[in-house]
């Protein structure tokens, strides 16, 4: 029998915050104007909401559930459930460290299981709800830092690149995040779905000069090569290297190259979803900063 969750949440969605999104477990609650602001950063957040740039969070409901998280995601939760973490002994300890530290993700993700809410920490990045089963049997594989929350259904493992070239030349890691299964992942990009631009490849290939691929088919054969046969030839061309996508699935680009954070991404601004000792907030206090000194 499933669990009901017999608490009454008020509030939550308003004229101020919607639900934009929803899939599985998981609905996009976005602050379509955001009014916890001061005399000095109104003006700011009132253009960032006319740009699209909002705080957003997600919040899942859980019905004799369980869903997996970044560590330190968590804002609230109520009702019966309970943490664990997705550590099964010493060795798989010690094999999620060395996914944390090759894939730049949290080594030990925590598990909530039971019935309830579960809210997380609101951020100013987009947030795209994932449903894994359409990417094939081997899955998709990300971008470091994309991944935020996924369904109890969906495998979080690593991939490794084809051949050392597609690390060393292209600039990236021998290693990705791949989620595989069936059920919905939440992931954090740095532009909305709206922007993004799907390949669909049918024993094809894409090439691409930077890093704008930010999730793909594990299915596909990535390398990175030259633009032409000689070093000459590149030269000439005023071209480097381009990353290669080869097979049948698909890719999905940004209109933009990925960075560690939005700031740097998009020059956006915030400051709630940040901490204070993080650079996105930094970057808010010398922006407010030379508003204030002009």
Not at 79 to 102: C, R
Not at 176 to 186: E, R, T, Y
Not at 270 to 278: C, H, L, Q, V
Request: proline letters at 2%.
């Amino acid at each position: 029998m499933k669990g009901e969750i017999n608490m009454e949440i008020k509030n939550l969605v308003n004229e101020e915050r919607r639900i934009t999104n929803q899939k599985g477990i998981f609905s996009v609650l976005e602050y379509v104007r955001d009014l916890s602001v001061s005399p000095f950063n109104a003006t700011a957040q009132y253009f960032m909401s006319k740009m699209n740039v909002r705080r957003r969070q997600i919040v899942a409901k859980l019905d004799n559930d369980s869903l997996t998280m970044q560590a330190g995601a968590l804002q609230w939760m109520t009702g019966k459930i309970e943490v664990k973490t997705d550590v099964k002994g010493v060795g798989d300890f010690l094999g999620k460290m060395v996914k944390g530290a090759v894939t730049k993700e949290s080594a030990v993700k925590p598990v909530y299981t039971g019935t309830g809410i579960v809210t997380l920490e609101p951020t100013y990045k987009y947030l795209i709800l994932c449903d894994v089963g359409e990417w094939g049997e081997r899955g998709v594989t990300i971008e470091d830092g994309m991944f935020l929350a996924c369904e109890k259904n969906v495998d979080i493992g690593i991939t490794s690149r084809k051949n050392i070239s597609s690390a060393i030349l292209g600039n990236e890691g021998l290693f990705n995040v791949n989620l595989k299964g069936k059920g919905i992942a939440v992931l954090e990009s740095n532009v909305p779905e709206e922007e993004l631009i799907e390949v669909e490849l049918n024993n094809e290939e894409l090439k691409i000069d930077g890093r704008q691929a930010v999730c793909w088919s594990t299915s596909l054969d990535f390398t990175v090569e030259r633009t032409t046969k000689t070093l000459i030839g590149s030269a000439a061309s005023n071209e480097g290297l381009l990353n290669v996508f080869r097979g049948t699935g698909k890719v999905l680009m940004s209109p933009v190259a990925p960075t560690d954070s939005l700031i740097s991404s998009t020059n956006s601004v915030g400051s709630k979803a940040a901490d204070p000792k993080s650079n996105a907030f930094n970057a808010v206090g010398s922006f407010i900063g030379g508003v204030i000194g002009n």
